[in-house]
C-alpha cells in the first residue's frame, strides 16, 4: 500500500537557519504531494502542494519540488522564523474521483529559537 | 467561510466507557472524513463519507466504533466500550468533492484511563 516516510524529529533550529524536512513516498499510482502544517492547539491546516512530477508548490517562503526519479518531496526554508514552530506533515494522496484520501507520514517537530 | 467544527475538543473517560464525537464540516463539503492521531504519529484515517453514504471503512475497529452521516452534513463519531489504547486526537476533515484538498477541524482529544 501507499506509505509517507518522514525525517525523524525533533528538530531545533536557530531564526533565519536554513530548513530541509526529507519526505518519501511509496505509491502505486502516481500521486498528489502534500505539507500540512499542525500549529499547538490547532487542526492541520496545508502548507503547500504539488499535483504532478516537477511541480514546486510553495506558500509562506516554504518550497518543495515533486521528485517521481526519487520519490522524494523534500520540504525547505531559507531562513526560518519562530512562528513557523510546529509539527510538519508529509501526506500523499493516490485516489481518483471521490475516493480521494491522504496518507501521512509521522510527522517532523519543528522548533524555532530566537 | 467558517471551518470545521468539532466538538468536545477534550474528553477524559474511563475504558469500558463509551464517548462519541460530533462533526459539522464547512457549507458545502460533500466529502467527510474521519482520522485517529495517536501521539508521535501521522493522522490514520478510521471513515470516509460521500454525502450520507461510506466510502471507506476498511480501517475503522467495526467492534468499537461506528459513525453515521445521516443528513449528508453533520457527523458523529462513537466508541463503545473504550480501550486504553484508543487514546488520541480524533480529527474530522472535509473536501468537495473529488477534491484532493482536506479542510480540518481542531480535533477532539480523548484520554481513556
Known amino acids: 500500500g501507499d506509505s509517507v516516510t518522514q525525517m525523524e524529529g525533533p528538530v531545533t533550529l536557530s531564526e533565519e537557519a536554513f530548513l530541509t524536512i526529507n519526505c518519501t513516498y511509496t505509491?502505486?499510482?502516481?500521486?498528489?504531494l502534500f505539507w500540512y502544517v499542525q500549529y499547538p492547539g490547532e487542526g492541520l491546516q496545508l502548507l503547500l502542494k504539488?499535483?504532478?512530477?516537477?511541480d514546486k508548490g510553495s506558500n509562506k517562503g516554504f518550497e518543495a519540488t515533486y521528485r517521481k526519479e526519487t520519490t522524494s518531496f523534500h520540504l525547505e526554508k531559507g531562513s526560518v522564523q519562530v512562528s513557523d514552530s510546529a509539527v510538519y506533515f508529509c501526506?500523499?494522496?493516490?485516489?481518483?474521483?471521490?475516493?480521494?484520501?491522504?496518507?501521512f507520514g509521522s510527522g517532523t517537530q519543528l522548533t524555532v529559537l530566537p | 467561510e467558517a471551518g470545521v467544527a468539532q466538538s468536545p475538543r477534550y474528553k477524559i473517560i474511563e475504558k469500558r466507557q463509551s464517548v462519541a464525537f460530533w462533526c459539522n464540516p464547512i457549507?458545502?463539503?460533500?466529502?467527510l472524513y474521519w482520522y485517529q492521531q495517536i501521539l508521535g504519529q501521522g493522522p490514520k484515517l478510521l471513515i470516509q463519507?460521500?454525502?450520507?453514504?461510506?466510502?471507506?471503512d476498511s480501517q475503522l475497529p467495526k467492534d468499537r466504533f461506528s459513525a453515521e452521516r445521516l443528513k449528508g452534513v453533520d457527523s458523529t463519531l462513537k466508541i463503545q466500550p473504550a480501550k486504553l489504547e484508543d487514546s488520541a486526537v480524533y480529527l474530522c476533515?472535509?473536501?468537495?468533492?473529488?477534491?484532493?484538498?482536506?479542510?480540518f477541524g481542531a480535533g477532539s482529544r480523548l484520554t481513556v484511563l
Open positions: 463519507f460521500q454525502n450520507n453514504g461510506v466510502v471507506d
Open positions: 504539488a499535483t504532478k512530477a516537477d
Open positions: 457549507s458545502g463539503h460533500a466529502t
Open positions: 505509491a502505486t499510482g502516481y500521486p498528489s
Open positions: 501526506a500523499l494522496s493516490d485516489g481518483g474521483g471521490s475516493a480521494r484520501q491522504l496518507t
Open positions: 476533515a472535509s473536501s468537495q468533492s473529488g477534491a484532493n484538498v482536506l479542510t
